[in-house]
């Protein structure tokens, strides 16, 4: 990997690294605790619920509590609560947002 990599102004680009499968947990972990605390705050919440809790796992306490901080108060609720979980278990992987559709709805409406 090329060292100007590590410098993307693009968050798109960022974040498409961070949820790669191809990058571990921990290396993740690294580079949103080597970012600016609003950015990597950002970026942790465009992840899907299981990478972001895969990644924050891996943070250091106090970072992650940095990163929480920065965070709006419902996304970091939500990773708190699945954190909750033992590291192997179904509850910290499940997403846990749902839609609701009220009967009588159309499909146009539920769009």
């Known amino acids: 990997m090329r060292r ?9 680009r960022r974040l498409a690294i961070l949820s790669s499968s191809r990058l571990s947990p921990e ?5 949103l605790a080597a970012a600016d605390t609003a950015v990597a705050a950002e970026i942790a919440a465009e992840l899907p619920p299981h990478a972001a809790v895969r990644t924050l796992g891996q943070m250091e306490e106090a970072e992650r509590d940095t990163l929480f ?3 709006d108060e419902p996304q970091a609720n939500e990773w708190r609560a699945m954190l909750a979980h033992m590291p192997e278990s179904a ?6 947002r749902y839609i609701s559709f009220h009967e009588g709805m159309t499909a146009g409406e539920a769009m």
């Open 4 to 12: 100007t990599m590590l410098c993307w102004p693009a968050k798109r």
């Open 69 to 71: 901080a920065a965070a």
């Open 91 to 96: 509850g910290r992987v499940m997403d846990v």
């Open 27 to 31: 290396v993740a972990a690294d580079v």
